[in-house]
Structures are given as C-alpha cells and as structure tokens.
T-cell receptor, first 112, second 113 residues
C-alpha cells in the first residue's frame, strides 16, 4: 500500500519570508512520481510542482522548489518570497501504478 | 486547453434520491479519474478510465456508485439511493497517460439532506 503523511496540519509565514512544508511517503514501487498541489479557498486543485522519482535533481518552479530525499522517502516543498496569493491548502501526492494518493494537507496562512 | 469541467458545481438532494455528475476532460487526455474529498481531508481515489475502459475501482466505490465513460470522452458518476455519508466534493481529473500530471476540475459539491 502507498501512504503519504503530512505532519503539519497548519503553517503560517510572514509575507516575503520562506516556508517549508513537510511530506513523507511510503511505497514499494520503484517507479513513481511525486506532486505538490495547491487548493485555494475556491477549492480547485492546482499543480504546484512535480518530481520524477528517477531524477536526482530537485524540481523547481519559480518561487517553489522541493527537497527530494529518496532514501528517506521525504519530499518537502519550499516556498520563497511568500505572497498573499500563496494562502491555500497544500497537498503532497504520490502516483505509483495508477492513481494519486494524497496526504492530509497543510493549511498555509500568509501574514501581511 | 479549456481545462477539466464538471457539472453541476453544486447539488443538494434528499436521502434516497439518485444523482448524476458529469466530467469533461481535457480533449487529448485519455485517462480520466474520479476522487472524493470530504471537508479537511485529502482527495481519495474512486475509479479511473483509460479511454472508455474502467480499469480500477476503489473499495470506497460501493455498488450504489457507477461510473461510465462512453466513447472515451466525457464521464458520468451516478450515485443511487444517496446517503448522508455521500456528502462530499467529487473531483474529476484527467491526464495524457501513466506518469503524466493529473489536472483537476472544479469539483461537484454534493450535500445529502
């Protein structure tokens, strides 16, 4: 079975500061993909960043980057220069053979 | 890309009634997924299609639930004899194939009274 664990139900950060959201996972598959999705209060799920497990290089997308530690099965998301629009629920997700398995989510608040 | 669309966006129904939701995927995507999300939780997988073939169903998908994807285009999810525990957001996603990013629709919020 595949599991994804997000141990931080809520996080807050000052605008323009940096915040890191944690995620650990477990899978027996050798080929898989990891994702961070953002779900703002309007509730449409939006892709933030994607990581192929076979790639050692950490993915980056503008202000968003990941720290992928395959041996430790850890996949954290770093948001630099936080903006008010970053406020949302963030979900870590693992895709193995077919479906996405999601964590419980971390609610991120941005303080102006 | 026009994105994944879902209809209706909101549905209120009485316990015991049947409801049907529709999902239109991104046009060139041959995989279509259904998920259910309850308040404060991450989405949970229900089922997925590769073109018109339904290839996997979760144990969450009781016999009151049925999904179809005729001709490999849009998909419908029907819930028969709704129960209060069916109240949730039903999310649809599509992708080009295995390992490709799944793109989500806005969801259908169901409330069963």
């Amino acid at each position: 079975a595949q599991t994804v664990t997000q141990s931080q139900p809520e996080m807050s950060v000052q605008e323009a500061e940096t915040v890191t959201l944690s995620c650990t996972y477990d899978t027996s598959e050798s080929d898989y993909y990891l994702f961070w999705y953002k779900q703002p209060p309007s509730r449409q799920m939006i892709l933030v960043i994607r990581q192929e497990a076979y790639k050692q290089q950490n993915a980056t997308e503008n202000r968003f980057s990941v720290n992928f530690q395959k041996a430790a099965k850890s996949f954290s998301l770093k948001i630099s220069d936080s903006q008010l629009g970053d406020a949302a629920m963030y979900f870590c997700a693992l895709q193995g053979a077919q479906k996405l398995v999601f964590g419980q989510g971390t609610r991120l608040t941005i303080n102006p | 890309d026009t994105g994944v669309s879902q209809d209706p966006r909101h549905k209120i129904t009485k316990r015991g009634q049947n409801v049907t939701f529709r999902c239109d995927p991104i046009s060139e995507h041959n995989r279509l997924y259904w998920y259910r999300q309850t308040l404060g939780q991450g989405p949970e997988f229900l089922t997925y299609f590769q073109n018109e073939a339904q290839l996997e169903k979760s144990r969450l998908l009781s016999d009151r639930f049925s999904a179809e994807r005729p001709k490999g285009s849009f998909s419908t999810l029907e819930i028969q004899r709704t129960e209060q525990g069916d109240s949730a957001m039903y999310l649809c996603a599509s992708s080009r194939g295995w390992g490709e990013t799944q793109y989500f629709g806005p969801g259908t919020r169901l409330l069963v009274l």
